[in-house]
């Protein structure tokens, strides 16, 4: 049985940082491509980031890209999302995802296997 485990989730200042982990289990991940996802309250979920499996290639929204950082330990299963500058926008829960193959990984639909979140929220 997959199981993907979201952490690190939690309260924290404008302009401070979190680092979010996604455990991966139940299977082997070779050629997996892992992604985060967020969803405010009231909104659709949306692409945040995403990495290959090689880690060679990352792909970021707009409105994170130069303050988050995907990275991943292949050897743990593990995805990390490293957030930094941290805005009040930023409020929402966190999902991680895989999928396998690299195509598609802004699109949530294309993706095998969720984790159930992590809460970020972000005081101004």
């Known amino acids: 049985q997959v199981q993907l485990v979201e952490s690190g989730g939690k309260l924290v200042q404008a302009g401070g940082s979190l680092r979010l982990s996604c455990v991966a289990s139940?299977?082997?991940?070779?050629?997996?491509?892992m992604g985060w996802f967020r969803q405010a309250p009231g909104k659709e979920r949306e692409f945040v980031t995403a990495?290959?499996?090689?880690?060679?290639?990352?792909y970021y929204a707009d409105s994170v890209k130069s303050r988050f950082t995907i990275s991943r330990d292949n050897d743990r299963n593990t995805s990390y999302l490293q957030m930094n500058s941290l805005k009040p926008e930023d409020t929402a829960v966190y999902y991680c995802?895989?999928?396998?193959?690299?195509?598609?990984?802004?699109?949530?639909?294309?993706?095998?296997?969720w984790g159930q979140g992590t809460q970020v929220t972000v005081s101004s």
């Open positions: 995802a895989v999928k396998l193959g690299i195509g598609g990984l802004e699109y949530q639909h294309a993706y095998e296997y």
């Open positions: 990495i290959t499996w090689s880690g060679r290639s990352t």
């Open positions: 139940g299977r082997t991940f070779s050629g997996y491509s």
